[in-house]
């Protein structure tokens, strides 16, 4: 059975590839979720690592030595790393874990970049008045789909690993709350979806048209905007939710449409990543991980799966696994694995990925795992190796040896 832990690049300061597969495999994980880059500079809390415990991520920089030829043909460049530069932490770190018997599974952050889409405001989603965002990538912009699939050209073509996992597929969405007001349901779905001219013409290819589908969205959040905001405020979270939606949907079929038409291209695109791996590397897996079914996901968005694009039932086909990242409590956990599994009916693998920092205590950490089981989970997932404590790593070495996994 898969235990997977996950780090945030090379960010297990003072340690030595070597040390970190042998603290892995000592803990009982057998295999790791490695980011090749972040998309966002989130600022951790490291206690193990006393000399970097306050550390920033960088910003859309790989931490591998990429091969420029692969981006021959392509507008966006790879960033190298500066706080690393000049090693090649995907090569050593694979190396590292394959010795030890573990599993390498790098990490391609695919529809999100706030550096690149910020000097590169062309590839970015362009939102129902032409604004663009300043997080997120459009995935049917050419310049991006070429970006990445060189990416993963590069990756499989170059190393050793044994999946290859895909985040922010496409989770391209607002944010629950602007600087000055809320988001309500019906304004959150259609200020969610690009209208550039590259979706523009994908969409014409489906016979959708998508400047009538924008106009009628204008129409739309015009409705939420004039509603004094301080009226929209004292709603709270009884508008923070999408209990609006299906009604939405039912009244304007341009809407349903229009989540349609983003499902469909964002599939398709994930099956020409799947294309590009296994024509370099046809044994590895090609994994997700995606937001739970009902419940918020935990990042920055605070995102829905139909409003994020992620479907466990429509990337059945085109994935291998998809990780179901559930930050909750354990009946959650147990609720939104059951979803997920569901939902996939068997065609892909669901590993459940819960919380290995923050408010997780110890004695959490075997009832979160038996409730992912308890679901139907073919492993467990935890996030992550290098913001985690000494305690929860003993608790989750306790729990895998009480259960005499992989022994």
């Known amino acids: 059975m898969d235990v997977v832990l996950s780090m945030f690049g090379p960010t297990a300061h003072g340690e030595s590839p070597a040390q970190t597969a042998a603290n892995l495999k000592k803990v009982g994980a057998t295999g790791l979720l490695f980011f090749t880059s972040l998309y966002h500079g989130y600022r951790l809390l490291q206690r193990r690592y006393p000399s970097k415990a306050i550390y920033s991520l960088e910003t859309d920089r790989i931490c591998f030595e990429p091969d420029l030829s692969f981006y021959a043909d392509c507008s ?36 999100a970049g706030e550096r690149l889409v910020q000097e590169m405001p062309e590839i970015a989603v ?33 190393y050793a690993f044994d999946n290859l996992m895909l985040d922010k597929i496409p989770q391209i969405m607002l944010e629950q709350c602007a600087f000055s007001g809320i988001f309500d349901a019906p304004l959150r779905t259609v200020g969610s979806a690009c209208f550039c001219e590259h979706c523009k ?30 009226i929209m405020a004292a709603q709270g979270t009884k508008v923070m939710g999408d209990t609006e939606v299906p009604l939405l949907l039912l009244e304007e ?46 990042d920055m968005t605070s995102p829905r799966s139909w409003m994020t694009i992620q479907s466990y039932k429509k990337y059945a086909d085109v994935l291998d696994e998809i990780y179901c990242i559930v930050h909750y409590e354990p009946d959650v956990v147990r609720f939104e694995t059951q979803r997920a599994v569901a939902a996939a009916g068997g065609r892909t693998k669901i590993v459940t990925g819960m919380r290995f920092y923050g408010s997780t205590r110890p004695e959490e950490i075997a009832p979160l795992a038996e409730a992912a089981l308890a679901g139907g989970s073919q492993g467990v997932h935890f996030l992550g190796y290098d913001i985690t404590t000494d305690e929860l790593l003993t608790a989750l070495r306790a729990w895998v040896e009480e259960k005499g996994i992989n022994r």
């Open 201 to 230: 013409a994908a969409a014409a290819e489906r016979n959708v048209d998508l400047e009538e589908i924008r106009l009628k969205a204008i129409e739309i959040a015009n409705q939420s905007l004039s509603i004094p905001s301080h």
């Open 253 to 298: 079929p341009l809407v349903y449409q229009l989540l349609q038409f983003r499902f469909e291209t964002a599939v398709s695109f994930v099956g020409e990543i799947r294309r590009a791996l296994k024509s370099c590397k046809p044994k590895a897996g090609l994994q997700a991980a995606f937001v739970p079914p009902s419940h918020f996901g935990h």
């Open 126 to 158: 362009k939102n129902l008045y032409g604004s663009a965002d300043r997080l997120f990538m459009c995935y049917n912009n050419p310049d991006v789909r070429a970006y990445r699939l060189a990416m993963v050209r590069d990756l499989a073509s170059r």
């Open 76 to 111: 966006i460049r790879p960033g190298l790393s500066k706080d690393f530069a000049g090693r090649d932490w995907v090569a050593e770190m694979g190396k590292a874990l394959h010795a030890e018997g573990l599993a390498f599974n790098p990490l391609i952050p695919v529809c």
